[in-house]
């Protein structure tokens, strides 16, 4: 063959190799991006994403309203300041506080029973928020499937 006959081979080649790309490509529907959403239904979808099992909430309202509260009282030296990890403000004597019974962590008793509303787990170690799990300890109540 001489040069120009492999030049229109190679042409035309190139151009069945494209057409038989494009007809595959439409007919796949890869390319189309899904309908775009109504304001409303972005919005529900955004919220139903963030919105935990209902199960689960009320399980979680239930332990954080059976946590016990008691007035925090200073212990140690004058020097350390204990800080409600959630709220970021130092805890102050008289103030009422809760436990979280499997890690022992200490917050404010708001803050604490806020968190475990939506968590569920403490907010340190992500032990469960179980009254009365103290016995376990925190190895033993931290769930791997809470890990973040």
Not at 10 to 23: H, K, P, S
Not at 54 to 81: D, I, M, N, W
Request: with cysteine.
């Amino acid at each position: 063959m001489n040069g120009t006959a492999e030049l229109w081979v190679i042409f035309i080649g190139t151009m069945l190799f494209t057409a038989v790309l494009l007809a595959t490509k439409r007919s796949c529907g890869c390319g189309d991006p899904p309908p775009p959403l109504s304001p409303e239904e972005s919005q529900r979808a955004a919220l139903a994403a963030l919105e935990p099992p209902v199960a689960k909430v009320a399980a979680a309202a239930a332990a954080a309203a059976a946590l016990p509260r008691f007035p925090y009282a200073h212990q140690g030296r004058a020097s350390e300041t204990v800080v409600c990890a959630i709220c970021l403000e130092a805890l102050r004597d008289g103030e009422a506080c809760s436990e979280v019974p499997a890690c022992r962590h200490v917050f404010h008793g708001d803050c604490v029973a806020a968190w475990a509303r939506s968590k569920g787990s403490c907010p340190l170690c992500r032990a469960k928020i179980a009254p009365g799990s103290g016995g376990g300890g925190a190895a033993a109540a931290v769930a791997p499937d809470d890990m973040v």
